[in-house]
């Protein structure tokens, strides 16, 4: 294939005018933001250029404490009152309020996490406003979802949420706690605070009765304060597989749903169309600089096709753009934290070390800012740490099968199983292996599509419980 | 004439479609009202849980295979099957377990595994779904099993629990490895000639005769174990499952305890308790391309 060209794009960046930060944010509890009882502070850095954006309240026990008990009485004295259309329509206005205002939150989440603008403003913040408008409409139909069982709302519910997707995770998580009639205390993660509490300002505009919606800041120690709260009824959780094992153990509440780490296979069979595969594999691995649960991590590729394969890869990654996440030519944009690119090169180096051949599409990143170029290895072993551990990152491991059946075994053998992608032209192929990926969410011909109607969740140590769809509304109601 | 002497039945361990006795050697004896010996049965051991696991575990993908039609006349199968035996068990019930209203429970029993029976083939109808997605693609959510549960079967009844416990598990395609009430061991294994003679798979329901405390941490560490349902509603055992069963992220299914007359209402069936042991999947696909 002919050598990669090369354009030279003028930049492009996205103006953070409309981006007013305050100097500090307080928690939001009980319709109001205040400062943490022990005046804890933290900052959160925009990891594009490693510039302090703003401090947050770091919250303790006290804090959630209090944000439980302003839930517990939000719950008691109004929102379990309020007649189920009631609630609806509230979800209604912060689905047309964040419509409105995306803009503003597109540009804020780019800049808190460092991913590319078209990405926060094509696909988190429309995502997360159709969530809240999905979820409005199931308030006062939510018998339908349980024909013949009884339904009630369990109560407060606490929701620990990561930083790969900030404002779309508080979305897929306070959107059908309060359409099922619960309060919330909602834990966003410490690199990654401000749309939530931005969301928390547009929640009061909304007129939502205060504490219907508390928001707590703050590092691990405060969501495991939230965690093993006695006096919530219920956690959802979205983040490691290793934080949600303990939170199995530490919960108080056996209302429990968990949404963890992923390492998904994605199937390339030698009839796929290839080039729509290669976009496939490229948007399952590289979307989000691959900060993605879901992620196609593991691609296998039938032998005979292999080297085509990942010569258009090649070729492909080649015109990816890493850069300044606000620039709306950017493909691949800036990593969350110092931490994770530290967790990123450890994880390469032992593929290099355990004789994976590391690929880069380029060695030119900015020198401001925590960039990892998009990668992939060949000649990996199942064996391999980088093809069982959740690297989180722009890595692709790349492995080959002969038959279907090596392929379902390779796929399935790894303990997580929250995703999966078949890429063929055979119609009874999909439906045969559909079947047989242990996995929650299988893409076939496709990969990296969400949709609030479509149940989203783990097998296996990939979690438990749904977010989406009519499924995902039995985790936050007692079906009887 | 003179009284015959009696021939009496040798309760064996019902592992992978076999009655076998426990490597372990170990008996436990069960005992009538009047503390009269009724019989002894096995003490299941931890290798026996482990060789359980295996027979459930390799049973697991053919039963769920098996169309949902075909699993559905088995479980009305043994629903015939248990009807037929109607007056030993209802012997045992008053004898074993102590029940003051036998024949209830028995044909509460029975009437279980026909309900059930039913909902093989209606439960994808129920639980999944079309998705309206917002793009040009087909998406649809359908329900699968979850893989092994262990069963602890209810301790408050001596028939109708344990068979609630069960149908609910494998009517959606899961393989089950129960853990006989302490209280009633010899109805278990009566129930398992029942199995025996249904046309269950062999490994898809699997019953231990033991001590339940004994064995229950080594069920909730067991990492080929998916799921565990416990209605015992004792805290600190609950606790203990949730702890050992992290590991490999075991869900959990725990309820309040009922009465043998509460397992015998109809409100103690319900696509709910099949819901319980099932996993989403959704699968997407693009339109027109």
Redesign the interface.
């Known amino acids: 294939m002919s050598e990669t060209p090369t354009w030279d794009y003028a930049p492009a960046p996205e103006s953070s005018a409309i981006v007013n930060l305050k100097e500090e944010y307080g928690h939001f509890i009980g319709g109001e933001s205040v400062p943490s009882a022990d005046g804890a502070t933290m900052e959160t850095i925009n990891p594009a250029n490693e510039q302090v954006l703003t401090r947050f309240a770091k919250g303790g026990q006290e804090d959630v404490d209090r944000a439980v008990a302003s839930a517990r009485k939000a719950y008691d004295e109004v929102w379990s009152k309020i007649s189920a259309a009631d609630r609806g329509k509230y979800l209604y206005r912060i689905a047309r309020l964040l419509q409105e205002r995306s803009r503003e939150f597109a540009i804020l989440e780019s800049m808190d996490g460092g991913k590319p603008i078209r990405e926060s403003r094509d696909i988190d913040i429309p995502l997360a406003a159709?969530h809240f408008f999905y979820h409005a409409g199931w308030a006062d139909k939510l018998p339908y979802a349980?024909?013949?069982?009884t339904v009630n709302p369990l109560g407060v519910a606490g929701q620990i949420i990561p930083w790969n997707f900030p404002l779309l995770m508080a979305a897929w998580k306070l959107a059908p706690a309060l359409a099922c009639g619960n309060t919330v205390v909602l834990k966003p993660a410490e690199t990654t605070p401000l749309t939530a509490l931005l969301l928390a300002e547009l929640i009061q505009d909304a007129g939502l009765p205060p504490g219907v919606v508390n928001v707590v800041t703050g590092a691990g120690e405060t969501g495991a304060a939230l965690s093993s709260h006695a006096g919530v009824d219920k956690i959802a959780f979205t983040g490691s597989?290793e934080v949600?094992?303990?939170i199995?153990?530490t919960a108080k509440t056996?209302n429990l749903t968990?949404e963890?780490g992923g390492k998904a296979a994605n199937i390339v069979f030698e009839d796929a169309p290839l080039d729509?595969a290669v976009e496939g594999i490229i948007n399952g691995i590289y979307f989000n600089q691959g900060h993605v649960c879901c992620a196609g991590s593991r691609l296998l590729v039938q032998e005979s096709v292999a080297d085509l394969l990942v010569e258009k890869l090649d070729h492909r990654i080649k015109s990816l753009r890493v850069g300044d996440p606000l620039d709306k030519n950017t493909d691949v944009g800036a990593i969350n934290s110092r931490e994770q690119l530290d967790r990123i090169c450890e994880l390469v180096e032992s593929g290099k070390a355990e004789g994976s051949e590391l690929h880069q599409s380029t060695e030119d990143l900015p020198e401001k800012g925590w960039f990892f170029a998009p990668s992939y290895f060949t000649g990996v072993a199942p064996s391999h740490r980088i093809a069982r551990e959740e690297i989180f990152g722009p890595v692709l491991s790349i492995m080959t099968f002969r038959t279907p059946d090596e392929a379902v075994e390779k796929a399935n053998n790894t303990?997580y199983g929250l995703s999966a992608g078949i890429w063929t032209d055979k119609g009874s192929r999909?439906f045969k292996l559909?079947?047989e990926?242990n996995?929650?969410?299988?893409?076939?011909?496709?990969f990296n599509?969400f949709?609030p109607?479509?149940?989203?969740?783990g097998?296996?140590?990939s979690?438990?419980g749904?977010e989406g769809?009519?499924?995902g509304l039995?985790a936050y109601l007692e079906?009887? | 004439m003179a009284d015959r002497l009696k021939v009496n039945k040798t309760y064996k361990l019902y592992i992978g479609g076999a009655f076998v006795r426990s490597e372990s050697g170990y008996t436990m004896s069960s005992h009538d009202q009047e503390d009269n010996l009724i019989a002894h049965v096995c003490k299941a051991s931890r290798k026996d849980l482990r060789d359980t696991v295996k027979a459930a575990r390799s049973a697991q993908k053919g039963w769920a295979g098996r169309t949902a039609y075909n699993r559905g006349q088995i479980l009305y199968r043994i629903g015939e099957m248990l009807e037929a035996r109607s007056t030993e068990f209802e012997d045992l019930l008053i004898r074993e377990a102590g029940s003051d209203d036998p024949k209830a429970e028995l044909q509460a029993s029975v009437d279980r595994c026909v309900y059930y029976a039913g909902w093989s083939d209606k439960i994808d109808a129920i639980l999944g779904s079309v998705n309206p997605i917002a793009g040009s693609f087909f998406g649809f959510t359908v329900p699968e099993p979850t893989g092994v549960v262990a069963v602890v079967a209810d301790e408050a009844s001596g028939l109708v629990g344990m068979v609630s416990q069960i149908c609910s598990a494998v009517v959606s395609g899961n393989t089950v490895i129960v853990i006989a009430p302490d209280r009633a061991p010899v109805i278990a294994m009566e129930f398992a000639e029942v199995l025996a003679t249904s046309d269950v798979p062999k490994g898809v329901i699997n019953i231990l005769t033991t001590e339940k405390a004994g064995l229950m941490t080594h069920l909730a560490s067991h990492r080929d174990i998916n799921a565990i349902d416990y209605r015992d509603g004792d805290a600190a055992v609950e606790q203990s499952l949730l702890d050992e069963g992290a590991d490999n992220l075991k869900r959990m299914r725990f309820s309040d305890s009922m009465t043998a007359a509460e397992w015998n209402e109809e409100s103690a069936q319900g696509l709910s308790e099949i819901a319980k042991f099932v996993e989403m999947k959704s699968v997407w696909h693009p339109v027109g391309v």
Request: glycine share 12%.
């Open positions: 159709h349980f024909p013949n069982q597989t949600g094992k303990l199995q153990r056996r968990l963890l729509q303990m999909i559909l079947g990926m996995a929650g969410v299988v893409w076939a011909n496709t599509k949709d109607s479509s149940p989203f969740g097998y296996k140590e979690g438990y749904r769809g009519k499924q039995a079906v009887k």
